[in-house]
């Protein structure tokens, strides 16, 4: 784990990487950072480049022997990525040439980059906050195009911005709350006529919204688990296989077919959802078939939302309500009664008091757009938005909103306590703090660590 003194000794010494992926390719990029790199620039280019001029260079090794011709692009401090002095070799994209060039670099005392190294950098030099930096690996890793514009948003600041000012109305009313302590007689007097509690449920208010864009812009990067469940023979695997468009899992008329768990992700409207395929819950002998049951509740117990399987010609059977009884409350659920081909039901969606059921036939795919519909909506992402108006947000940020959403419940509760303006003070302090580990400060150092560490290299 790395400490602070770790972290600023990491942010010393000039270090190297190849910035381009592993492979052959047009171009490759290797990438320098340090504090000055004049000399090392001299040394291999020949000659210092003009400053953020692209000129066309030869490449020498220790020998003065040429390694490659290409760009070179060099950014003096504080006017690059890193906020250091910046030198980027663009050469032939072989692994062999550049190998040789970053050896090179090696040689004249640059070390290897450790992943996420350059953005730490730039981190620990201000040139972007923690959220923004986030945003730069959150781009790199995007798989969908709205995960893209989300991410954008995030590395442009938008994110920041929205907590920055968060944090500042409760910076104006800790300041109001802190000085009303100097004179406690006339305490809740002051803080009513100062409009205390308006102040605060209007924070809270922007709060309730940035934590609606973030969970919506964290189903973006993590998406759902989904996990199809039913009795034997429904159709869970047709399902599966319906979603993904592709024959993954084998589907036999035979009950017991699917052993084993079997993963899918698929996408609608950008969503990730991983799909989860298992076996028929039933009462057996057959010791493949129970163990492959114990999974199937394994998988429940890591789903975000289940998928309960039911003939249609049957309905909700006695097995399948024990089964219902099984999940937890919270787990949401739509009960998928499928193959209406056959018992001559319309499709449809219904709202009843076990929640949400559909009718479907993943044979001849009628309904199939009505559940993928309810997927969306079960999740929160409501179409017409699509990805506008959120925020590129990860578990932390999450959870770092959460908390301060609870803070602020409780700050409520004290505002209207007589003598206990002490107590709001510090849960106000508190709600500030955890709003401000988003963007990087009050953050732990091994945290950082971490955080940077799931870089890649060269980034
Ligand atoms: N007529 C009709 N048959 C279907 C439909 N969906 C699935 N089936 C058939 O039902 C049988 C069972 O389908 P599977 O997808 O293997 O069912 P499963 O729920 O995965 O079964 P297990 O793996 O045994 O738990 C197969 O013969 C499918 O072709 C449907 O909508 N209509
Ligand atoms: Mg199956």
């Known amino acids: 784990m790395q400490h602070l003194v770790i972290l600023q000794v990491k942010n010393n010494g000039t270090i190297a990487a190849i910035a381009t992926p592993p492979g052959r390719g047009g171009i490759g990029i290797v990438r320098i950072s340090g504090t000055d790199l004049k000399q090392l620039a001299q040394t291999i280019l020949g000659k210092l480049p003009d400053p953020r001029h692209a000129g066309l260079f030869n490449f020498l090794d220790q020998n003065n022997q040429v390694i490659d011709q290409g760009i070179a692009l060099y950014f003096p401090s504080p006017n690059s990525y890193t906020g250091e002095d910046v030198l980027e070799l663009h050469g032939h994209g072989g692994p062999a040439v550049m190998n040789l060039l970053l050896a090179h670099c090696l040689q004249l005392g640059a070390r290897l980059a450790e992943p996420g190294e350059f953005t730490l950098r730039a981190f620990l030099n201000e040139k972007l906050d923690l959220a923004q930096a986030e945003g730069v690996a959150d781009l790199i890793e995007a798989s969908t195009a709205?995960?893209?514009?989300?991410?954008?948003?995030?590395?442009?600041?938008?994110?920041?911005?929205?907590?920055?000012?968060?944090?500042?109305?409760?910076?104006?009313?800790?300041?109001?709350v802190e000085a009303t302590l100097d004179f406690p007689e006339e305490e809740i007097d002051f803080l009513q006529s100062a409009h205390a509690a308006e102040q605060l449920a209007s924070i809270q208010?922007?709060?309730?919204?940035?934590?609606?864009?973030?969970?919506?812009?964290?189903?973006?990067?993590?998406?759902?688990?989904?996990?199809?469940?039913?009795?034997?023979?429904?159709?869970?695997?047709?399902?599966?296989?319906?979603?993904?468009?592709?024959?993954?899992?084998?589907?036999?008329?035979?009950?017991?077919?699917?052993?084993?768990?079997?993963?899918?992700?698929?996408?609608?409207?950008?969503?990730?959802l991983h799909l989860i395929d298992t076996a028929g819950l039933r009462e057996t002998n057959d010791?493949?078939?129970?163990?492959?049951?114990?999974?199937?509740?394994?998988?429940?117990?890591?789903?975000?939302?289940?998928?309960?399987?039911?003939?249609?010609?049957?309905?909700?059977?006695?097995?399948?309500?024990?089964?219902?009884?099984?999940?937890?409350?919270k787990l949401?659920?739509?009960?998928?009664?499928?193959?209406?081909?056959?018992?001559?039901?319309?499709?449809?969606?219904?709202?009843?008091?076990?929640?949400?059921?559909?009718?479907?036939?993943?044979?001849?795919?009628?309904?199939?757009?009505?559940?993928?519909t309810a997927l969306l909506k079960t999740v929160g992402w409501q179409t017409n938005i699509a990805g506008e108006g959120a925020y590129m947000a990860r578990q932390r940020h999450l959870q770092a909103l959460l908390h301060t959403k609870k803070l602020l419940e409780r700050a409520k509760a004290w505002l209207h306590t007589t003598n206990q303006l002490e107590i709001l003070a510090e849960e106000l302090r508190l709600a500030q703090q955890a709003l401000s580990s988003i963007t990087g400060e009050f953050t732990s150092d091994d945290l950082l660590g971490e955080i940077f560490s799931s870089f890649c290299i060269g980034k």
């Open 332 to 372: 949401p659920v739509l009960i998928v009664h499928n193959k209406i081909d056959l018992s001559g039901q319309l499709s449809r969606i219904e709202e009843d008091t076990s929640g949400t059921v559909i009718y479907l036939s993943v044979k001849s795919g009628e309904g199939i757009a009505l559940l993928q």
């Open 146 to 176: 709205n995960a893209v514009r989300c991410a954008v948003r995030s590395l442009h600041g938008e994110f920041s911005s929205t907590i920055h000012q968060l944090v500042s109305a409760l910076i104006d009313l800790r300041v109001l």
């Open 205 to 272: 208010i922007k709060l309730e919204q940035v934590l609606t864009a973030s969970r919506r812009g964290n189903l973006l990067q993590e998406g759902i688990k989904i996990v199809l469940a039913g009795q034997p023979n429904v159709g869970k695997s047709s399902l599966l296989n319906r979603l993904a468009g592709d024959e993954i899992a084998i589907v036999t008329e035979i009950p017991g077919t699917t052993r084993d768990t079997i993963r899918q992700s698929i996408e609608i409207e950008g969503i990730p």
């Open 287 to 329: 010791i493949v078939e129970q163990q492959g049951i114990a999974r199937t509740y394994a998988a429940i117990e890591q789903a975000d939302l289940v998928l309960l399987l039911v003939d249609s010609r049957y309905g909700v059977t006695k097995e399948d309500r024990s089964v219902l009884a099984h999940l937890s409350e």
